[in-house]
T-cell receptor, first 113, second 112 residues
Framework: DQQVKQNSPSLSVQEGRISILNCDYT??????FLWYKKYPAEGPTFLIS?????DKNEDGRFTVFLNKSAKHLSLHIVPSQPGDSAVYFC????????????FGTGTSLTVIP | DGGITQSPKYLFRKEGQNVTLSCEQN?????MYWYRQDPGQGLRLIYY???????QKGDIAEGYSVSREKKESFPLTVTSAQKNPTAFYLCASRPSRNYGYTFGSGTRLTVV
C-alpha cells in the first residue's frame, strides 16, 4: 500500500510562474519529509526538507509547506525556470522504521520557456 | 570529494544469471540503502543496512541479496530468482536520522 502519494504524474508551467507540487501521506507517524529532484538516468538530488515541528521551510526559490492535520505537503517553486524541469519526488520517514524513507511516485515538471 | 559511487552505469544480464551491482561511499555514513525505480512506481526499498554486518529486507527483497562487510560498501546481487530484474537501481546512504539520503548515480540493469 502506497504510504506516500503524488497524484499528479505531470505538471506544465510557464517560465516565471509558480510551480506547485503536491504530496499526500497516510502514516501519521511520519515526522520528517524531503523533496528530491531527479533527471533521467541520474540519482535523485536533495532539494529541501521539513520536520513535523514546522509548517514551512524556505530555501531560495523553493518553499515546502506541511499541513499535518491534512497529511499533506507541497513544494512551491517561484519563479519557475526551464532548468527546474525534472521529476520531483517527495519522501517521508518515521522513527523506528530503520531510518528508511518512503517515496511517492513522482511528478514530472516541465517549465516552458 | 565525498560521495557514492555506483558501478557499472549500464549492465546487461542473460536470463538465469546472477549479477552484482557495486555501491561504495566515502561519506562515513552508517546507513546504506538499495532502491529500485520502475516507471510510474517511484522508488521501492529492496534492502537496507544500518551498521556493518547487519542488514534488513525492504519491501521487495525477494530475488535479491546483499552484504555489508565494510562500512563503505553495500553490494547488491540480483539473483536468477528475481522475476523482473530490468530496472534502474539506486544506492543511497544517510549519516543519521535527521538527514536525507545521498544517492548514487544509479545502475540501469537490462535482462536480455
Amino acid at each position: 500500500d502506497q504510504q506516500v502519494k503524488q497524484n499528479s504524474p505531470s505538471l506544465s508551467v510557464q517560465e516565471g510562474r509558480i510551480s506547485i507540487l503536491n504530496c499526500d501521506y497516510t502514516n501519521s507517524m511520519f515526522d520528517y519529509f524531503l523533496w528530491y529532484k531527479k533527471y533521467p538516468a541520474e540519482g535523485p538530488t536533495f532539494l529541501i526538507s521539513i520536520s513535523s515541528i514546522k509548517d514551512k521551510n524556505e530555501d531560495g526559490r523553493f518553499t515546502v509547506f506541511l499541513n499535518k492535520s491534512a497529511k499533506h505537503l507541497s513544494l512551491h517553486i517561484v519563479p519557475s525556470q526551464p532548468g527546474d524541469s525534472a521529476v520531483y519526488f517527495c519522501a517521508a520517514s518515521a522513527r523506528g522504521t530503520g531510518n528508511q524513507f518512503y517515496f511517492g511516485t513522482g511528478t514530472s515538471l516541465t517549465v516552458i520557456p | 570529494d565525498g560521495g557514492i559511487t555506483q558501478s557499472p552505469k549500464y549492465l546487461f544480464r542473460k536470463e538465469g544469471q546472477n549479477v552484482t551491482l557495486s555501491c561504495e561511499q566515502n561519506l562515513n555514513h552508517d546507513a546504506m540503502y538499495w532502491y529500485r525505480q520502475d516507471p510510474g512506481q517511484g522508488l521501492r526499498l529492496i534492502y537496507y543496512s544500518q551498521i556493518v554486518n547487519d542488514f534488513q529486507k525492504g519491501d521487495i527483497a525477494e530475488g535479491y541479496s546483499v552484504s555489508r562487510e565494510k562500512k563503505e560498501s553495500f553490494p547488491l546481487t540480483v539473483t536468477s530468482a528475481q522475476k523482473n530484474p530490468t530496472a534502474f537501481y539506486l544506492c543511497a546512504s544517510r549519516p543519521s536520522r535527521n538527514y536525507g539520503y545521498t544517492f548514487g548515480s544509479g545502475t540501469r540493469l537490462t535482462v536480455v
